[in-house]
């Protein structure tokens, strides 16, 4: 068995060239209504089917039944040029790297002057256009522009950009594209069953992964890897250890160290890359590609289903598993991150030490100042009280590597009982625990978390239970109105299952402030919405009526437009379970009235409560504070200038 598949396989008709159809069906038309041109331009990736479509076409054009999009594979043309036929002398392939001068084009224009030896056309297929020079070119142009009746021209060419404008100008230019990995998958499939080997999906998916959208790589790759296989078949076990791609548990290995911050497992992982002689490239390109899996699975919750994630059963469960391990923006910050290191390996020197370097900015992403680290940093303070909560210490869950996440959250829990006037310190979580006072810290955490890991089924039946009933209890009888009693309300919604109306709602602005950071995390999911109110914030609440302040007027006209603001109303629903309705306004215009009512509220009921965020101005706090208090940063030090 011949396994050079490629050149077995060669498409023998338009309809059979994989993944250009684009391409293919136009040309088919032209031939089948005897619309041609006189000369075409194919360009387009190498490996593409570029050099196999000129074929056709010859064969096509030349068919003693045509011109016709299905050659007849039976008159003396069609045999001649059949794939691996001997080829036909009236179909002349010329490579233009090593063809390109001045002489071989002089040459070419005089022999087109012959009629054809025995075939309809003259078919000069001319390779790597892009290497025609200058001056061979112009020896040419009369001819490619008006050519004899019997002549056709077509140029291939991998740059088109580079091709002599004068070319272009004077062709027909079709664009391939690379084959997607669907097309390429079903491709190899058909192949398999052709060549009788049995073959795994998830296999078939990692050679169209390495082929890279190229037919032709693909095919080499799958004809190693059958003829490497054994009585199973094609494999992913067989496929991935032949092609070197990085074993699953080292992926996992990898994930779970970045979503805990663990830096000892993280460069345990390095360590055994470099030490088992795994090529860092492709270490962190099969990374990439994992988180790339972990981002759609967040995305799209069925992505598995949908077949847009292409692995085995078993790792696709460990990939949604990972899914929920990583936050959305630390899931793109570290995508980010990797990205960038694995340009920085091409031709690196030292790879281990990108890759450490790459390891350590991956585990701080306090360090990154831009708006992802920030929202990264934020998910993983989520998590760390969420899983505090879980019934063990805080501190068991977070690893001894990681800095400024752990320490906010271990210190909260004393904060939690203690603390009375820096509410906002903490926006999600200070304001329950305020009340803790009179009950023990530890189900106040909890109280907390599920409105934090946005009700995590499980764990909100959990926390109702632990939830004291008569903090509750008091709070609801004390008031019924937004004004006071915050404390307690606001962890009230989190608790109770379904949505409940605006107008039955307890909750207070203070509580939508404390709660915004989860909602924005309910609204990550969808991107766009996430992009237009990641910086909002709630700035009135009456009447069931939310005012949430962006900052600017443009933003305001595209929630209104785009049906966002729909988005924010249904990711507070989901979060917070109150029904309500959205007014977005612009900040500055919006805080004075807003502000002013909630202070009224707030400072004339219950005065002993702590400021609330929009009782304090702005410009009289320092930027350290503003951060502590925003994003539940902690101060480690400062560094004089
Ligand atoms: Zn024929």
Known sequence: MSLALYRTYRPARLADVVGQEH???PLARALDNDRLHHAYLFSGPRGCGK????????RSLNCEQGPTSKPCGACQSCVDLTAGGPGSIDVIELDAASHGGVDDTRDLRERAMFAPASSRYKIYIIDEAHMVSTAGFNALLKLVEEPPEHVRFIFATTDPDKVLTTIRSRTHNYAFRLVGNKDLQKHLASICEAEDVSAEPAALALVARAGAGSVRDSLSILGQVIAGSGTDGVTYAEVAGQLGVTESVVLDATIEAIANRDGAALFDVVEGVVDSGHEPRRFVSDLLERMRDVIVVQSVPDAVQRGLVDTP???????VAQAELLGPAEASRAADVISRSLGELKGATAPRLRLEIMAARLLVPSAERSDVGALARIEHLEKALASGARGAEATASTQAATQAPTDVATELTPKASTQDSTISTTPRKSKPATKASAAPPPPKISEVAPSTAMDADAESSEAGATADPDSSGNSESADSSETSGAPTHDAKPATTTSTVSA?????????????????MDTLSRTRVAWVLFND??????????????????GKVA?????????????????????DLRVDVVVASTANAPASGTSEANSSSNDPADAPSVDDVNVDDISGVDLVMREMGATQIGEIEH
């Open 23 to 25: 391409i293919t069906m």
């Open 51 to 58: 050099t196999s479509t000129a074929r056709i076409m010859a």
């Open 313 to 319: 059963d078993d790792e696709a469960q460990q990939i």
């Open 503 to 519: 107008a039955d709602s307890d909750i207070t602005l203070e509580g939508f402030v404390t709660m915004w950071p989860a909602v």
């Open 536 to 553: 909002s914030r709630p700035v009135s609440w009456s009447d069931g009526v939310l005012a949430v302040a962006v900052d600017s007027p």
């Open 558 to 578: 595209n929630a209104a437009s785009s049906g966002h603001d729909e988005k924010l109303r249904a990711a507070i629903a989901d979060t917070l379970k109150v």
